[in-house]
Structures are given as structure tokens and as C-alpha cells.
């Protein structure tokens, strides 16, 4: 195998290449250094954020809404199959929960035919296609006005199998706090 040899212009194209890539390469390398959660986010390496974010998505946001509205509607109904079979497996632990007859449902007549409406939405990407979403809101009745207890829950929604799950939470596991 002969080697050819370069002539001066393909040498001055294959030098402007190579400096052309060290320049790209280190601007790079700075930006990482300077802002690497830029960086990350930039080039869709973040596989997991840190903080949650507010959901400006509105697409996002009803699917989440109206997963929460139907949760409602399976309360009212008293489904408790449908109930359990939306409940997070890690809530349906920590409560004991394991199978649908172990679900009870309040006989008060202020906790019968409720809504949720959402007020706050805030999102986390827990792994590829699967968020955590912390959602806040208050009951109301269904046919009369008025606010009744704030609620907060969080709602993991799995795209790869199209699937969520629910689990109720508390005021301090949610925090509030939403980033931009």
C-alpha cells in the first residue's frame, strides 16, 4: 500500500478541520465546566433532574389532571378494584393495602360525589419516558361551589407502557417549590 502525499491546499483544508474540531471541542468542554446542568439539558444527557419544574406543557398537564379526575370519579363510584389497581405499589405498602377489599370508603356525606381541581403541577424525570409529577388542589363538590380540603398527590406517569399510578401525599413530602 503506497502512501500519497499532500499537497499544500489539502493541507491547509486538513489543518483548518483539525483546528476547526479543537475548537469546537473545547468551547464544549468549557460550557460543561461553566453550566453543566445547561450543558445537560442542552444535549439531553440529564437522564434524571435534580429539582421538579413547573409543567408548562399543557398537554402534560391535562393528561395528569384528568388522571387525578378519574381517580375521583372511582372514589365516588367506590371502585375499589379500579382504585387499587392505580394506587402506587409504594403506598399500597406503606398502607398495608393488598388487595381491593382492604380499601374502605367514608360514609360522610361531605366526602361523597367530590372533583379535584388542580392549582400547582410540578415535574420530575425520574428515568427514560417516566416522570414524577407532585400535584396540589383542593376538593370541591361536584355540584355545588366552594373549596373543601387541599389535597396533594403525586402521579407517576410511565410513557413507554402508557400507564400512572397515584399515591397521596402530604403537604411536606410535596414542598411546594417549583422551578422554572
Known sequence: MSRRKLNDSEKKVLSFWVIL??????G?????????????KFFGLGEYDR????????????TVSNALVKYYSYL?????????????DTYKTNKGITSPSNISFSDD?????????TRLMCKKKLDKGIY?????????????????????????LDDNQFVFSIQPID??????ECHE
Open 171 to 176: 403537604e411536606k413530602s410535596f414542598g411546594g
Open 28 to 40: 464544549l468542554l468549557v460550557f460543561k465546566l461553566v453550566a453543566p446542568e445547561k450543558f445537560d
Open 132 to 156: 414524577s409529577f407532585y400535584v396540589t388542589g383542593f376538593e370541591s363538590k361536584a355540584n355545588v361551589s366552594g373549596r373543601l380540603d387541599n389535597k396533594y398527590y403525586e402521579v407517576i
Open 76 to 88: 365516588n363510584e367506590k371502585n375499589s378494584e379500579a382504585i387499587f389497581n392505580i394506587y402506587n
Open 21 to 26: 474540531a479543537i475548537v469546537i471541542i473545547s
Open 109 to 117: 356525606a361531605e366526602k361523597q360525589n367530590l372533583t379535584f381541581n
Open 51 to 62: 429539582k421538579y419544574t413547573l409543567v408548562k406543557d399543557r398537554t402534560r398537564y391535562y
